[in-house]
């Protein structure tokens, strides 16, 4: 046999495709086994041992059971999204408990305390690990290779300015700002790769928009998303979501893109962790967000409590 398994006390637990754990005799002739590959018994493909020297407990092969909605973006199949589920204190039988541990505690009311409301925008500090923060690196000379890259991959499709479009209508709207860097002060910045994804379906109207790596990180490095603290689980119970919907009268739908640019990067700090360049002609031109940026790995946590805030500050709305 030629396929990996877990050896316990009790016997051997293989995993993978059910045919690498099968003898020769045992597969049907159009499936071929590799001889002498991690075999442990010298004449194992050529005669069966006793089943009190070899035995099997079983054969895990999982096959699904439903369909999959996430199927068509997640190529590499169901095991690494239901790991979490896997290991969740549900599963293990655990007892789930709705308070917060003193650590969390402790950095929500942090967070809490730094949200304040200037010049009809929400301004924040964001909650870091600090041991963490500090270890992050500021990733330069990748980011700038990749640039080059989506540079060198979007102007053969005649896309590269509709891509830079995107980033002049986020400076119009103050989402980003230009800043001089200097080479020399590179490494005092985080700079994050950026790549495009590309629609050219004929419905669709923006064909071209960035997506920002905050997870990006070299060998034995720090991303920004691990030195982040990500908050405490803010996901709803989905039967209690469709009774409430189907209770009330009223249902309010928002974008929830415009709450993110309500929300203001209150130290020059952390507005120096969310660096990028973008090349315009000849030219490298540097930028970095001032405002919260979509998808990194803290944003729902940030937004659950400042509409938290607003919902204080301004009962009436």
């Given at each position: 046999?030629?396929?990996?398994?877990?050896?316990?006390?009790?016997?051997l637990?293989?995993?993978?495709?059910s045919?690498?754990?099968?003898?020769?005799?045992q597969?049907?002739?159009?499936?071929?086994?590799k001889r002498?590959?991690?075999?442990?018994?010298?004449?194992?493909?050529?005669?069966?041992?006793?089943?009190?020297?070899?035995?099997?407990?079983?054969?895990?092969?999982?096959?699904?059971?439903y369909?999959?909605?996430?199927?068509?973006w997640?190529?590499?199949g169901n095991?690494?999204?239901?790991?979490?589920?896997?290991?969740s204190?549900?599963?293990?039988?655990?007892?789930i408990?709705?308070?917060?541990?003193?650590?969390?505690?402790?950095?929500?009311?942090?967070?809490?305390?730094?949200?304040?409301?200037?010049?009809?925008?929400?301004?924040?500090?964001?909650?870091?690990?600090?041991?963490?923060?500090?270890?992050?690196?500021?990733?330069h000379?990748?980011?700038l290779?990749?640039?080059?890259?989506?540079?060198?991959?979007?102007?053969?499709?005649?896309?590269?300015?509709?891509?830079?479009d995107?980033f002049?209508?986020?400076e119009?709207?103050?989402?980003?700002?230009?800043?001089?860097v200097t080479?020399?002060?590179?490494?005092?910045?985080?700079w994050?790769?950026?790549?495009?994804?590309?629609k050219?379906?004929?419905?669709?109207?923006?064909?071209?928009?960035?997506v920002?790596?905050?997870?990006?990180?070299?060998?034995?490095?720090t991303?920004?998303?691990?030195?982040a603290?990500?908050?405490?689980?803010?996901?709803?119970?989905m039967?209690?979501?469709?009774?409430?919907?189907?209770?009330?009268?009223?249902?309010?739908?928002?974008?929830?893109?415009?709450?993110?640019?309500?929300?203001?990067?209150e130290l020059?700090?952390?507005?120096?962790?969310?660096?990028?360049?973008?090349?315009?002609?000849?030219?490298?031109?540097?930028?970095?967000?001032s405002?919260?940026?979509?998808g990194?790995n803290?944003?729902p946590?940030?937004?659950?409590?400042?509409?938290?805030?607003h919902?204080?500050?301004?009962?009436?709305?």
């Amino acid at each position: 046999m030629y396929g990996a398994a877990f050896s316990t006390p009790r016997g051997l637990v293989p995993f993978g495709n059910s045919r690498c754990s099968m003898y020769e005799n045992q597969l049907k002739p159009r499936h071929k086994v590799k001889r002498g590959a991690n075999i442990n018994y010298p004449s194992l493909l050529d005669k069966t041992p006793p089943l009190s020297e070899f035995r099997i407990n079983f054969v895990l092969n999982p096959e699904e059971k439903y369909p999959d909605p996430l199927k068509a973006w997640f190529e590499e199949g169901n095991v690494k999204r239901g790991l979490e589920n896997m290991f969740s204190m549900e599963s293990l039988g655990l007892p789930i408990t709705e308070e917060l541990s003193t650590v969390d505690e402790e950095m929500v009311q942090k967070f809490r305390n730094t949200i304040s409301y200037k010049d009809g925008r929400y301004h924040v500090q964001l909650p870091w690990y600090e041991d963490k923060v500090k270890s992050v690196p500021s990733n330069h000379n990748a980011a700038l290779k990749i640039l080059e890259r989506v540079v060198k991959d979007l102007e053969k499709k005649g896309l590269y300015d509709k891509y830079v479009d995107i980033f002049r209508q986020q400076e119009d709207e103050g989402i980003i700002e230009e800043i001089t860097v200097t080479p020399e002060d590179f490494q005092k910045y985080i700079w994050i790769p950026h790549r495009p994804v590309l629609k050219l379906a004929d419905q669709t109207t923006t064909k071209v928009r960035p997506v920002f790596n905050c997870s990006y990180k070299g060998a034995n490095a720090t991303s920004l998303n691990e030195a982040a603290y990500p908050g405490v689980n803010l996901m709803g119970d989905m039967l209690e979501l469709l009774i409430r919907f189907r209770a009330n009268k009223y249902v309010l739908l928002a974008d929830i893109r415009k709450a993110f640019l309500m929300i203001r990067l209150e130290l020059e700090e952390d507005r120096n962790r969310f660096c990028f360049s973008l090349k315009k002609g000849d030219n490298l031109h540097c930028y970095r967000y001032s405002t919260i940026l979509f998808g990194f790995n803290v944003s729902p946590f940030i937004l659950n409590y400042v509409l938290k805030y607003h919902a204080e500050k301004f009962p009436a709305d």
